[in-house]
């Protein structure tokens, strides 16, 4: 199984020190890859997310990826709808690049109606946004000039051309346990990204996609928040995961203050290494 830890960019914790001192560790510990999560803007008062401080996901990771080498860099999930491609196409091939081909796009449409309307972009068309702006992004990063007929998305791509693409294809997965979500991961891209999902639950899931898409290729992910009380009982989740067919985990400590956090993330590393590979 690969696993993952996701980074401390929410909350009071957060800061560019913690975020730098958490990428190291988690390289150091062997994880495989580093994941950030997306809110732009929230309602005040809103019950969750618990906390309005996001650092932005993508620079969170560029600056990640300056103080480390190895390690994978994933989004957990960023709400494609909610931006526009073509500067997010930008934005992600430029990071491919500078890490040198680690990142992996896990991607959502999104469920905040709120946050939608603050940015102006309509929240009963986000997927088909969704769906168009997979298909946009991937074209700019792929042709060379490019020409896209945009229907859904403000866009006039004719002849014309966007440097430097990615060094590497971005792999997407598809985050959301919808029947829209199944689809689209089955259809679209190179993975599914669930999320706070049983073993019970997740089981039939997998072997839905895995009848699907069979390939080696297709990566099976779910994201696990572990409230850091017992490392038998982490071992034992993670175990249950592996055997229903889940391939890659995505653990998020519950703790609220760096340094709690940080020797959370050592006692995953302990809790995850004889099922590591």
Same mark, same amino acid.
Do not use: Y
């Given at each position: 199984m690969r696993v993952g830890i996701h980074l401390p960019h929410i909350g009071r914790k957060a800061g560019p020190e913690a975020?730098?001192? !958490?990428?190291?560790? &988690?390289?150091?510990?062997?994880?495989?890859? &580093?994941?950030? /999560?997306?809110?732009?803007?929230?309602p005040k008062g809103a019950p969750y997310p618990p906390s309005a401080l996001f650092y932005d996901p993508v620079l969170t990771l560029t600056w990640a990826a300056a103080y480390t080498n190895r390690i994978g860099l994933g989004t957990s999930v960023l709400v494609l709808p909610m931006r526009h491609p073509l500067p997010l196409a930008k934005e992600l091939a430029t990071?491919?690049?500078? /890490?040198? %081909?680690?990142?992996?796009?896990?991607? %959502? @449409?999104?469920?905040?109606?709120? =946050?939608?309307?603050?940015l102006g972009v309509p929240f009963r068309e986000r997927g088909r946004r969704?769906?168009?702006?997979? !298909?946009?992004?991937? !074209?700019?990063?792929?042709?060379?000039? @490019? /020409?896209?007929p945009a229907r859904h998305i403000p866009a006039v791509i004719e002849d014309m051309r966007m440097l430097p693409q990615p060094i590497k294809p971005i792999p997407i997965w598809i985050g959301g346990s919808s029947e829209a979500a199944?689809?689209?991961? @089955?259809?679209?891209? =190179?993975?599914?990204?669930? /999320?706070?999902?049983?073993?019970?639950? &997740?089981?039939?899931?997998v072997r839905r996609l895995r009848e699907q898409r069979p390939e080696a290729g297709f990566a099976i992910s779910l994201r696990y928040g572990w409230d850091g009380k017992d490392e038998g009982a982490l071992r034992a989740r993670l175990t249950e995961y592996g055997a229903t067919g889940?391939?890659?985990?995505? @653990?998020?400590p519950a703790e609220r203050a760096l340094e709690y956090w940080l020797r959370a993330v050592e006692r995953v590393a302990r809790a995850t290494e004889p099922l590591r590979v």
């Open positions: 975020i730098r001192r !958490a990428a190291i560790q &988690a390289e150091e510990l062997g994880f495989d890859d &580093a994941w950030t /999560s997306e809110h732009i803007i929230i990071l491919q690049n500078l /890490s040198e %081909g680690r990142l992996i796009l896990g991607a %959502g @449409v999104g469920w905040m109606e709120a =946050e939608f309307a603050a969704m769906d168009e702006g997979i !298909a946009m992004m991937r !074209a700019v990063w792929g042709q060379e000039p @490019v /020409s896209f199944f689809a689209r991961a @089955v259809k679209l891209a =190179e993975g599914w990204h669930g /999320s706070r999902l049983s073993p019970e639950e &997740a089981g039939p899931i889940v391939e890659h985990v995505l @653990v998020e």
